[in-house]
């Protein structure tokens, strides 16, 4: 359905978006996933043909920007981060109004916002000024608008950006329901959102994509690390941090600052050890040190994207 290959963007030097490579398939929903400023609406930007790449190429079902811009245009709706709304008109003009700039025919309008009234739980707002909606509700009638043309393939710029936790439930069911027959690709920088809400989530910082995975696999690999904060009291250091290297060449071990001097404290991190903490408490077994404590933290999704997108590239 969507294949970008080499795709870069630069603003006057500054490489927003540095040759990135993704396919989307059809029926699928892509989460690009990143902090602020990764280059994540600069690159749906350049999907939808409001930017022209700075080199790669992008290909819609055959179709290539900047070749075939208008046409693929009428294949996309798309969404901004904040819904371009005409504020002075009720929402159904405004969606009336929309619907005849995309071309569809008299006859069939009506049937179409009654569609979209329902999917898009409209229908009690309907007769409402724009400017009386709250965020959340703006954001349901942007859906609508980007939906209006019934286009195969939706790109949606951080949708839940600014909501309340209840707004955030009721879009993301909305684009689940959506995403039964549509191609969906959604920006967000909250792991939780695309966690909830994509098949496939795409990790980008710095212009740069960093991890491609579902979430079920992100998950796996997440659980495969792990750290573990170790404390022993009367052991001796430098031979407690051989002892423990000793172990498995995949543990890193680490001395922590400890305000108890006769205490000793590590953090180690695992990485594909089965059973760590057995292995590691065994070992400690065979001295005649006291363990004061000996916990593990498995490694969260939230630790991932945190590690992904806060190193030095």
């Known amino acids: 359905m969507i294949e970008v290959t080499n795709l870069t963007k630069n603003y006057n030097g500054f490489c927003a978006v540095d040759k990135i490579d993704f396919k989307v398939e059809k029926g699928e929903i892509l989460g690009l996933l990143g902090p602020n400023g990764a ?28 070749e075939d811009t208008l046409e693929i245009k009428k294949l996309i709706g798309y969404l901004p981060e904040s819904a371009p709304l005409y504020h002075n008109m009720l929402v159904f003009d405004y969606l009336v109004y929309v619907a005849k700039i995309k071309g569809i025919e008299k006859d069939k309008i009506a049937g179409r916002l009654k569609e979209l009234s329902s999917l898009c739980g409209l229908s009690e707002i309907m007769h409402r000024p724009v400017a009386e909606l709250s965020k959340g509700l703006n954001q349901r009638v942007g859906l609508a608008h980007a939906m209006i043309s019934d286009p195969e393939i939706l790109i949606l710029d951080e949708p839940t950006s600014g909501l309340d936790p209840n707004q955030i439930v009721e879009i993301r069911k909305i684009i689940k329901n959506i995403g039964r027959e549509k191609t969906i690709i959604l920006s967000t920088h909250i792991l939780s959102e695309a966690e909830a809400t994509c098949d496939r989530i795409l990790i980008i910082d710095k212009g740069k994509i960093v991890a491609d995975d579902t979430p079920e696999n992100l998950k796996k690999s997440a659980k495969s690390e792990s750290q573990i904060t170790l404390s022993l009291h009367e052991a001796d250091s430098n031979k407690a941090l051989e002892l423990l290297k000793s172990i498995d060449n995949k543990l890193i071990v680490e001395v922590e600052d400890s305000s108890d001097k006769d205490t000793i404290s590590f953090k180690i991190i695992t990485i594909g050890l089965d059973n760590p903490m057995k292995t590691i408490y065994l070992k400690i077994k065979e001295t005649d040190w006291i363990i004061s404590e000996f916990k593990k933290e498995s490694q969260s999704l939230e630790n991932i994207f945190h590690k992904l997108t806060t190193e030095d590239k």
């Open 39 to 66: 280059g994540k609406t600069t690159t749906l930007r350049m999907l939808t043909g409001f930017f022209e790449p700075s080199s790669g190429n992008i290909e819609i079902k055959g179709l290539k920007i900047p």
